[in-house]
Nanobody, 122 residues
Framework: QVQLVESGGGLVQAGGSLRLSCAASGRTFSSSAMGWFRQAPGKEREFVAAVSWSGGITNYADSVKGRFIISRDNAKNTVYLQMNSLKPEDTAVYYC???????????????WGQGTQVTVSS
């Protein structure tokens, strides 16, 4: 069974930074792609970023490209999302997700964390 626990959310002013973490349990973490998604109030959940099993391939939504960096530490079973130059429109609940495929290709993830709130004030 895969379990994901996010942390690192909070309140930050526009232009600031936050780093989210997602700790995963399960023996297949190091061979699985990981993703970050977000959902703002009244909006559908949207893709933010993904990283391949080795960390060698990353994907980003256009809205965060150049500001956010996804990375992973397989020794710690943890994936990170470094968020810089935050904007009020980045305010959302951020979720990490995974599944048993090595590289993200748009396929839906089956395993999700509970989410962590990020609020960016103007």
């Amino acid at each position: 069974q895969v379990q994901l626990v996010e942390s690192g959310g909070g309140l930050v002013q526009a232009g600031g930074s936050l780093r989210l973490s997602c700790a995963a349990s399960g023996r297949t973490f190091s061979s699985s792609a990981m993703g970050w998604f977000r959902q703002a109030p009244g909006k559908e959940r949207e893709f933010v970023a993904a990283v391949s099993w080795s960390g060698g391939i990353t994907n980003y939504a256009d809205s965060v490209k150049g500001r956010f960096i996804i990375s992973r530490d397989n020794a710690k079973n943890t994936v990170y999302l470094q968020m810089n130059s935050l904007k009020p429109e980045d305010t959302a609940v951020y979720y990490c997700a995974t599944d048993h495929f090595p590289t993200y290709n748009g396929s839906p993830f089956r395993y999700w964390g509970q989410g962590t709130q990020v609020t960016v004030s103007s």
